[in-house]
């Protein structure tokens, strides 16, 4: 794994948000959404820097973290901009505290429990598909280490992933099957959500929700035989076109993560193939036949465009590619190792 430019976008602060081609712009400032991504990245990683590393991105989520148990998002030479919160930075940091609380660095994972506790009153509140399917994944990770209280958590998840059952059935109608009129960003997240759901307590509803879903999704973004995401000029309104451009990496990541999940749900080896299908974008396989992952600097282009690829390397198009990369090596890992030990 190459991690040179990781190491390069952060400093003593956090993870810098953007780059103007390969150099960081600290003018940027530092987000929570970036840097509870790089938490994730950090902690996979097998080498000297990992806990290093996620001290600091652990350290930002808990100078952004407020008494009431919310997360400001933007912090800008110096100063937090609290008008730019949102609730998917809310549901993000609520599921990288929800991985570090388990972690094996007693710091770490002593900084981002109190934080998950904090914050977990504040969930029921989420309103947006997308931050009540991050909250799901948080509460599925969580349920383990609050031991009684684990049964509220439970009860929380399927609140949220009924309410997303909801959305999904007063939405849904003939050629359209998602959970509103517009499908935009990360959106592999509510699905996997679901799945997820589904793995823990065998609920048939969310199952042939996420399988509905993601089936559409599916179905239409890998339609010419690799992924292409739904474009961010205008996303994809229902009953028409998918834009084609801007791509975005985040998106290559929810995709690949999805993929996973619905694997782990369903055991199609499909959804194997799909995940390997999502990866292969960052290298080539793609509308503009271009590779996003920069051999060279060892970080990833913010998108692929009309003209071919966005030259900056932000820190989230980074993110994406390294935690998708890390992924995709355990999987491999661990397939390798099922069909040895079968053997």
Not at 92 to 116: N, T, V, W, Y
Not at 182 to 196: D, E, K, R, S, W
Not at 219 to 233: P, Q, T
Request: hydrophobic share 40%; proline share 3%.
């Amino acid at each position: 794994m190459d991690y040179r430019y990781l190491e390069k976008m952060t400093d003593r602060t956090g993870i810098i948000q953007f780059a103007i081609q390969d150099q960081p712009d600290r003018k940027s400032g530092y987000t929570v959404d970036d840097n509870a991504r790089a938490l994730l990245v950090a902690l996979k990683r097998e080498d000297e820097k990992k806990e290093e590393l996620a001290k600091t991105f652990i350290s930002f989520l808990k100078d952004a973290f407020l008494p009431e148990g919310s997360w400001r998002n933007l912090k800008l030479e110096g100063k937090w901009l609290a008008h730019l919160d949102s609730e998917d930075c809310q549901g993000r940091a609520l599921l990288a505290c929800s991985i570090a609380a388990a972690s094996d660095c007693e710091e770490i994972k002593g900084l981002a429990f109190q934080m998950l506790e904090k914050a977990l009153p504040a969930v029921a509140r989420l309103q947006f598909p997308r931050a009540k399917a991050y909250a799901v994944l948080g509460l599925m990770n969580s349920i383990p280490l609050f031991g009684r209280k684990g049964e509220q958590l439970a009860d929380l998840a399927r609140e949220l992933c009924e309410s997303l059952i909801y959305l999904y059935n007063r939405c849904k109608g003939k050629g359209w099957y998602w959970f509103e009129d517009t499908v935009t960003y990360c959106n592999g997240i509510i699905p996997q959500a679901l799945f997820a759901y589904y793995c823990y307590c065998s609920d048939r509803r969310a199952y042939l929700t996420a399988r509905e879903s993601f089936s559409f999704l599916c179905d239409h973004l890998f339609a010419k035989g690799y992924l292409s995401i739904v474009g961010n000029r205008g996303w994809w309104q229902r009953g028409e076109e998918i834009p084609k451009f801007d791509q975005q990496p985040v998106d290559a990541c929810s995709m690949v993560l999805a993929c996973q999940e619905a694997y782990q749900a369903t055991g199609d080896k499909v959804y194997r193939d799909l995940a390997e299908l999502a990866y292969q974008w960052y290298l080539g396989k793609n509308i503009n036949k271009l590779p996003l992952y920069n051999k060279e600097t060892g970080g990833c282009h913010d998108g692929l465009t009309p003209e071919g690829v966005n030259p900056n390397q932000g820190a989230e198009a980074l993110l994406s590619w390294l935690y998708s990369s890390q992924l995709m090596k355990e999987w491999q890992g661990s397939e390798t190792t099922a069909v040895s030990v079968g053997g």
